[in-house]
């Protein structure tokens, strides 16, 4: 269960940032999300063996249990280092770049930078980078000489809009920039408070399994039980 809900997390960061990755130029920022992928894959595999180990009480099968365990937890914590990392460089990321994207915008052939701003801009609720003023900036403005903003920019309960600078209460008042440093921000806490979470876990299962094989090398009744002796 702790591996399929790490892929999910990790999953979904992927999704997520796909469509945000205009914004940011990095790709080392996904490494986080990469890595916990690889843990919740790796610890379904961890999770039969300690299984079949407590099962079969076999001392062996649960030191070895134990150690990939450890590892497994120090690769948390790394993920968890390397989340507030890229977490604080998201916002240096996105306002290096962001400028670029607007000013490549093409309303009348969308390609995926332009799709891109749009859909940013209709789920955040946003328009232009610090507010809609900003369009009047970009090459796309200049060129279709309408004085209007792209549709997206218009509030979704208005239908008749048409994006035009003259009625700015149609508008979105609010730029994209720092909306899309707090969604990604977001995204990669979720990806740090899983990765702290099932490493509280895996530090319990590792208490566990110690326990197990304190109990197993302590207790004489318990090892003559195991390998088939008497005790009187």
């Known amino acids: 269960a702790a591996a399929g809900i790490l892929c999910y997390v990790g999953a979904y960061v992927f999704i997520t940032y796909d469509d945000y990755d205009h914004f940011f130029e990095d ?12 843990v919740g894959t790796l610890l379904f595999i961890i999770g039969l063996i300690g299984c079949c180990a407590t099962i079969r009480e076999s001392r062996c099968g649960l030191a070895t249990f134990v150690i990939i365990l450890l ?16 977490r604080a460089k998201v916002e240096d990321e996105v306002d290096h770049s962001i400028q670029k994207v607007y000013n490549g915008y093409n ?12 859909y940013v801009q209709r789920q955040l609720r946003c328009c232009g ?12 403005f200049n060129q279709t000489k309408n004085n209007s903003v792209p549709l997206s920019c218009c509030k979704a309960a208005l239908s008749n ?17 720092a909306l899309v440093v707090k969604k990604l921000q977001e995204i990669m806490m979720y990806v740090i408070w899983a990765a702290l979470a099932f490493a509280a876990i895996q530090l319990l299962g590792m208490l566990c399994a110690c326990i197990v094989l304190c109990r197993r090398s302590r207790d004489p009744a318990y090892e003559l039980l195991i390998t088939g002796g008497t005790y009187a």
């Open 27 to 38: 790709v080392y920022t996904l490494i986080p999300a990469v890595i916990i992928i690889a």
């Open 71 to 86: 590892l497994v937890f120090i690769t948390e914590v790394v993920v968890v280092v390397l989340g507030y990392i890229y």
């Open 107 to 118: 309303g009348t052939n969308p390609d995926a930078a332009s799709r891109a701003i749009d």
């Open 129 to 140: 980078i610090h507010n809609y003023s900003d369009w009047e900036n970009t090459v796309w």
């Open 161 to 177: 809009c048409t994006g035009s600078l003259s009625r700015p209460m149609d508008l979105y008042s609010e730029g994209c920039e």
